[in-house]
């Protein structure tokens, strides 16, 4: 696995929507941010643009893509926006010098699509991480913090709290994963998540219980988690119930569906829709600690070992 280059003070950041509209407010604060942190941004065609729900038409969104992974000059690409639109793209970007010159790709939610094909397909890692469209429910700190922390190298380690359903263990293995229904959608595709030997992360949000029971079936009946190292369960927010009831609570949901496993749980991760969102290294080694006290989640990857180098995969 290669880790793209830290930033540096001057760097600059290119600021795109591969999927949906971002207001022009929440992109002016991600620049105010940047700025704060010594980055250059630097706007996509996409930002101010719009064709239906979408930040322009499918060829604006993917030459706004391409333009900006080709261009030598910035060192991360951030998208700004989630909700839909890559899948009808992701096939026409050509990769090749991405791949030997990479840098951060930082996104969640329908970024899952070009996280797992990074980490798939190329073996680079990306960031799941907080986006500009988050500011609308407000700034939280944590969030951005970590997000600058990863983007400079600097050490990621989380602590959460004791969950009644965690399930105790350790692992080491890289980090995988990003939103479930989108994960499920990529089954069958050249984005499609390969999870064998990997901690796999996931979170969803807006999902009716019989939704989230069906992705996570879909998923497992796929082996999905048939040779994974542990989970990592993230934010399951606004997830509606059904009429009448499931009879589960969506973390009843997801245990129901990994029962039959044996690995390290954990429950509760701040990652997500919803509130904070902490920046994972999808594609870094991590280990995971679940005991009585809670879980930790630690990064491997250091700076001074990494930057710019292939990493011996840990299976």
């Known amino acids: 696995m290669t880790i793209p280059p830290y930033l540096k003070a001057g760097d600059k950041v290119a600021l795109l929507s591969t999927s949906n509209v971002t207001d022009e407010q929440y992109i002016e604060r991600l620049e105010k941010i940047l700025k704060e942190w010594e980055l250059q941004p630097v706007r996509g065609k996409t930002i101010g643009a719009r064709q239906g729900s979408f930040a322009g038409s499918d060829e604006l969104r993917l030459r706004d893509l391409q333009d900006m992974l080709d261009n030598k000059e910035i060192k991360a690409v951030m998208e700004t926006m989630g909700g839909y639109g890559i899948s009808r793209i992701i096939d026409g970007v050509d990769f090749n010098k991405f791949k030997y010159q990479p840098k951060w790709l930082v996104g969640y939610s329908d970024t899952t699509f070009l996280h797992s094909y990074l980490q798939g397909m190329l073996g680079i890692a990306s960031l799941h991480a907080t986006m500009a469209a988050d500011l609308e429910e407000g700034y939280y700190k944590k969030s951005w913090e970590s997000l600058r922390k990863a983007l400079f190298g600097e050490q990621l380690a989380y602590s959460v709290d004791a969950h009644a359903l965690n399930r105790k263990g350790t692992a080491e293995a890289v980090l995988a994963g990003g939103n479930i229904s989108i994960i499920c959608s990529a089954k069958g595709t050249f984005t499609e998540l390969n999870t064998n030997g990997k901690i796999l992360f996931i979170e969803e949000v807006g999902e009716k219980h019989y939704r989230l029971d069906s992705f996570l079936t879909s998923l497992k009946q796929a082996g999905k988690f048939e040779y994974i190292k542990g989970l990592v369960v993230g934010k399951l927010t606004d997830i509606e119930e059904d009429e009448p009831p499931f009879g589960k609570t969506p973390e009843e ?54 930057e710019g180098k292939a990493m011996a995969r840990i299976l």
């Open 253 to 306: 949901i997801v245990l129901d569906a990994v029962k039959d496993y044996d690995f390290p749980l954990c429950f509760g991760f701040p990652a997500g829709h919803g509130g904070v969102n902490v920046a994972l290294t999808l594609g870094a080694p991590v280990q995971l600690e679940v005991s009585d006290e809670g879980a930790k989640l630690t990064f491997l990857a250091h700076k001074d070992r990494f």
